[in-house]
């Protein structure tokens, strides 16, 4: 049984690594087209958290119907409508430009990276006590495979995905409405397919998520552009 107390640290130090996805996005997206669209970064960002509460009532209904596990496959496949209509809407009601639809993409995928880290903190802290429900939650942690070491790296490679995944995804709906037929269900897809893989398979699911989020950002800029 892995010590989870040893885990602690190394979860602490992948934190700076995982921020360096929005900082060399956002890096990126300076040198490109100028200054930050803060307006389109902030209803980006709230856009993501809205598609979170939206998932909320259907992850307690699928909890008490299903049980954890099966509730996770559930929420896993929600993540799609959930996200891909909120972003619709984001897109139709507010974006009115390529850099804003951008910016709206980089902030969308910030704020996940930010909950991310979070997450890691709150878990790394989890790891460090042994009173009764702290203990239950590490039990949970182990039952769900997520105490296994891994590298910061592959934790980077995945935030950098998913960051080119989130902007093309919102440069696709900015070219047209009708791509979210596509963004859809390739979201939830990409979202099952790394649950279910990432444990058995990590460098063939990261390369996997890597090469989706490529090929998102690359259609994402074809539509816009061309």
Known sequence: MTDLTLLAPRARRNVPLMLVAPLLAG??????????????LVLGAAGWLVALVLRQPVALIADRLFGRQRAMTIVGWFSGPAEELVRLALVLLAIRS?????????????????????NMLVLASLMTKDDPKSLEAQQQLRDLGMTEPQSGVWGLLERLSATALHIGFTLLLFASPWFVLLTLPVHSITNMVAVRFVKTHLVGTELALLVAGVLALGGGLAAVLL
């Open 27 to 40: 890096a990126i997206l300076i040198a490109t087209i100028g200054a930050p669209l803060w307006l389109a």
């Open 98 to 118: 390529l850099d804003e639809a951008l910016w709206a993409g980089f902030g969308w995928a910030t704020v996940e990276v930010l909950l991310v880290v979070v």
